[in-house]
Nanobody, 114 residues
Framework: QVQLVESGGGLVQAGGSLRLSCVAS????????MGWYRQAPGKQRDLVAS???????VYADSVKGRCVISRDNAKTTVYLRMDSLKPEDTAVYYC????????WGQGTQVTVSS
């Protein structure tokens, strides 16, 4: 059983910041990559950022310089800090954990007002 519990989403004004958190109920040693994806209405689910157990990060071009992903391996937690938010960042954000397969959170809404 794998459960992902997300928090930190909500409504924020353009230029503001949010910090998303996701806690995975799985053994820390089994986790490889953790990450965040987002999906806006009518669009596919796209990678925002990912991080390996060793700390290697990947960011989407649209968020480079504005977002920082980090993880606490012992707590099996991944974070996404988003700064200088834009209305185009509005989407449902999904936590992803990769062990022997990919597991997804329920999604949390991020809305950025103009």
């Amino acid at each position: 059983q794998v459960q992902l519990v997300e928090s930190g989403g909500g409504l924020v004004q353009a230029g503001g910041s949010l910090r998303l958190s996701c806690v995975a109920s799985v053994s820390a040693v089994s986790i490889n990559t953790m990450g965040w994806y987002r999906q806006a209405p009518g669009k596919q689910r796209d990678l925002v950022a990912s991080i390996t157990r060793a700390g290697t990060t990947v960011y989407a071009d649209s968020v480079k310089g504005r977002c920082v992903i980090s993880r606490d391996n012992a707590k099996t937690t991944v974070y996404l800090r988003m700064d200088s938010l834009k209305p185009e960042d509005t989407a449902v954000y999904y936590c992803m954990v990769r062990t022997w397969g990919d597991y997804w959170g329920q999604g949390t809404q991020v809305t950025v007002s103009s």
